[in-house]
């Protein structure tokens, strides 16, 4: 369900990152109303987008077992796939080169907390044209750098 007409789920983001560039920022939450009726509800930079209702994620009412931060490329098979992030692989450490979450919590009961690096699986899978480096706990909470330019992939 769409809550605000300004921020359609379809919208594209304007300003994207050119490599060694200004960097822009998006603030994205994904969180269950406790408090209400139990809808999952999206928010950008602090504005509610809208929301999923409990109706629509039954498997969720109880909370998840499972977290994912990702980025996705798609495309017809038989083509190249589209860049990820900036268009280049991370280049570690380096957050002005590289395409990045950071910030990533969790909520466990009415706590935020980091989620356990240690307990963490990284998949990517077209090594040739798309990394992730550098997850690990930091000052700004538990981040990732990621990206590439796309290709053939098989």
Request: with cysteine; charged share 20%; hydrophobic share 30%.
């Amino acid at each position: 369900m769409v809550t605000n007409k300004s921020l359609p789920p379809t919208i594209a983001f304007k300003n994207v990152f050119v490599y060694g560039g200004t960097k822009f920022i998006t603030d994205l939450l994904i969180d269950k109303d406790v408090d209400g009726p139990g809808h999952w509800r999206l928010y950008v930079d602090s504005k509610e987008v809208g929301y999923w209702t409990n109706e629509l994620v039954l498997a969720l009412n109880d909370g998840a077992n499972h977290l994912l931060w990702g980025s996705v490329t798609l495309g017809p098979i038989s083509e190249n796939s589209s860049p990820m992030g900036n268009g280049r692989l991370p280049d570690t450490g380096d957050y002005k080169k590289s395409g990045f979450f950071f910030k990533m919590t969790m909520r466990s009961g009415n706590n935020y907390k980091d989620p356990p690096t240690d307990q963490t699986d990284i998949s990517v899978d077209c090594n040739a044209n798309y990394g992730v480096a550098n997850f690990k706990s930091t000052y700004n909470g538990v981040s990732i750098l990621y990206g590439g330019p796309g290709g053939m992939c098989s």
